[in-house]
């Protein structure tokens, strides 16, 4: 475990930590501590011009190890008031391999403290590699682990981990129960040995049994397998699968939690009854998009039942439209909410992350609560996000004629938090939406950005990350369609345009949203950093997260701008900025 390389490792980040901290009140925005990868030294970079041709992509404050890759955020959760992120880490390069569990605590889910790595292989149960679990706080505040580890044979098997001292607060040694593995395929179970992972959040029944599920498939069919156990250690399967649906492929990183009918409060993972839904979500291995249904959860039966008229495929509902996955939630006991973690990968070349040392990002942890309509959930970012808010820049009652285009001046836009919303007046040139447009992602590859010729609502929205000459853009935006009995509003993030540099998957992503667009204005907030952008329509319906890579916008050469490209005019009701300060991480 302590090889010379991985205590560099942990020295730099000391090192690196004490260095953010005396520069913290300079406030410099567009300044960066750059990790240049190399065998087993990292070497820390001051000189800010050096950086932004070095290493113009790294970002400022999402969640991100100095070096190397990462992939899913693993048993997040909250233990005597301090946060826990743990993550799939290769602590040897920027491709996947040689998985861990990495550990960063945090008190407010926005600056990061790194530790050592929590779980690494020791055990014949895992000894080929840690990967993905979750974390399930048991009765009397005790922490507890699983995962799955993937055996001498290759299988993958599910393990038990729990915190050496639990009087201290950063959990940082954790001791694989002896009994491991307590999950493991055999010929009896018809568990594909291959295709058994990353148990959930264990919940607790009336009954007094856990309850878990772990991700697997039988031929094409997705399956939540099921287990139970009195004590968490001695763990049965149960004779049927919480659920499962054929035609769906491998099921990873399934998630399955309560939300409650009503308000903004997340619940407890044990609540039942008709105060709350339940979410099923699961990770598609076949597409890497992340889908979940809204239904019932009937305990005595084991068993949940989306709700009807769900579409359970890749076509049904997604936590985000864009690059986003492995996605796992946690109940936040200290602000009763509940929080979701994803992992955004990238879209450069491996060649080109080879190059830059690094791989994946966490996107900004999101609070989730049901929809008033019951049909969907809400994701907005965590209210702690706005501490980095600075440097506040306002417009409001800005007519948009066709054609125009606005500049949100005084603004780092590399490293922003946008907010605006657009009010329309006028839909009768609303585009007729035809009845074989069903996807909403060919759609916005087919519609673009640029003016329309035809009649249309739209596209109208932002452009960020923008060279000065508008060679280079990412645009988010909204077009408004004639549906059958209403308007329909599609929301588009377009990379086409968001790099000179051909070796990146340029992808655009779309989204219908649930709104009527004659009652409510149309609202889009965007969390830019360097090559991410988030972006959350509607107050947090639809979610889109793009990686990006600017050749020419970049540093201080990057814009901000709102634009209209449909036929008529429409009017920006209010559009606030701010520049992002930078977050202490890792």
């Known amino acids: 475990m302590a090889s010379y390389s991985s205590l560099c490792l942990i020295m730099n980040n000391i090192f690196l930590f004490f260095l953010l901290f005396g520069h913290e009140f300079l406030q410099l925005q567009a300044f960066h501590h750059v990790y240049r990868a190399q065998t087993s030294h990292s070497t820390v970079h001051h000189n800010h011009h050096q950086h932004h041709h070095q290493q113009p992509h790294r970002t400022s404050y999402h969640f991100q190890p100095p070096k190397n890759w990462i992939n899913d955020p693993n048993g997040p959760m909250i233990y005597k008031g301090i946060y826990h992120l743990f993550y799939q880490y290769n602590p040897k390069g920027a491709v996947w391999g040689n998985i861990v569990w990495a550990h960063s605590t945090s008190t407010d889910l926005i600056n990061w403290e790194p530790h050592d790595h929590a779980i690494y292989p020791s055990q014949p149960s895992d000894i080929n590699g840690c990967w993905s679990g979750s974390a399930t706080i048991l009765p009397g505040e005790k922490p507890a682990i699983l995962y799955t580890g993937i055996n001498p044979k290759n299988q993958q098997v599910q393990n038990l981990a729990v915190p050496k001292n639990l009087s201290d607060p950063y959990l940082r040694e954790w001791v694989k129960s002896p009994n491991n593995p307590l999950m493991a395929p055999t010929p009896q179970n018809h568990i594909n040995a291959s295709s058994f992972r990353d148990p959930t959040t264990a919940w607790i029944g009336p009954d007094g049994e856990w309850r878990v599920i772990v991700g697997s498939k039988l031929d094409a069919r997705g399956l939540a397998v099921m287990y139970r156990s009195k004590d968490f250690v ?55 998009h992340d889908v979940y249904t809204v239904g019932t959860y009937n305990w005595q039966k084991d068993i949940y039942i989306p709700n009807k008229g769900s579409i359970e495929s890749y076509n049904g509902l997604r936590y985000d439209y864009g690059k986003y996955y492995a996605s796992k939630t946690f109940f936040d006991s200290q602000k009763k909410r509940r929080v979701l973690w994803g992992w955004v990968n990238e879209s450069s ?73 657009f009010k329309v007046e006028n839909f009768k040139k609303a585009e007729i939406l035809k009845p074989e447009w069903k996807d909403p992602q060919l759609l916005c590859s087919q519609k673009g950005t640029s003016t329309t010729k035809s009649g249309s609502v739209g596209p109208f929205g932002l452009l960020v990350l923008a060279s000065n000459d508008l060679k280079e853009y990412t645009s988010v935006s909204f077009r408004v369609f004639k549906g059958q009995h209403k308007y329909v509003v599609l929301m588009c993030s377009d990379q086409s345009r968001s790099s000179l540099n051909s070796n990146n998957d340029k992808t655009t992503y779309g989204a219908f949203l649930d709104v009527d667009p004659t009652r409510e204005n149309l609202s889009l907030r965007s969390l830019i950093d360097h090559s991410i952008v988030e972006s959350f329509g509607i107050k947090g319906k639809g979610c889109i997260t793009a990686r990006v890579y600017p050749t020419l916008a970049i540093g201080d050469s990057v814009g901000l701008y709102a634009f209209n490209n449909g036929t008529d005019s429409v009017t920006i009701t209010k559009l606030t900025a701010w520049s992002m300060k930078k977050a202490l991480i890792n």
């Open 234 to 288: 001695k763990w049965n399967q149960v004779d049927h699968p919480l659920h499962y649906k054929d035609g769906m492929g491998m099921w990873e990183c399934p998630d399955f939690f309560p939300v409650a009918k009503t308000g903004r409060k997340g619940v407890e993972t044990r609540v039942y009854g008709s105060q709350v839904k339940h979410v099923l979500k699961v990770s598609l291995d076949d597409t890497k």
């Open 349 to 421: 070349s491996v060649d080109d992350d080879i190059k830059k040392g690094w791989s994946g990002v966490q996107a900004i942890p999101r609070a989730v609560w049901l929809d008033a309509s019951g049909k969907q959930l809400i994701q907005w970012p965590v209210v702690e996000i706005q501490k980095l808010r600075n440097n506040k820049v306002k417009l409001t009652n800005e007519v948009l004629k066709k054609g125009s285009i606005v500049e949100a001046k005084g603004v780092t836009a590399a490293q922003a938090d946008v907010e605006i919303s």
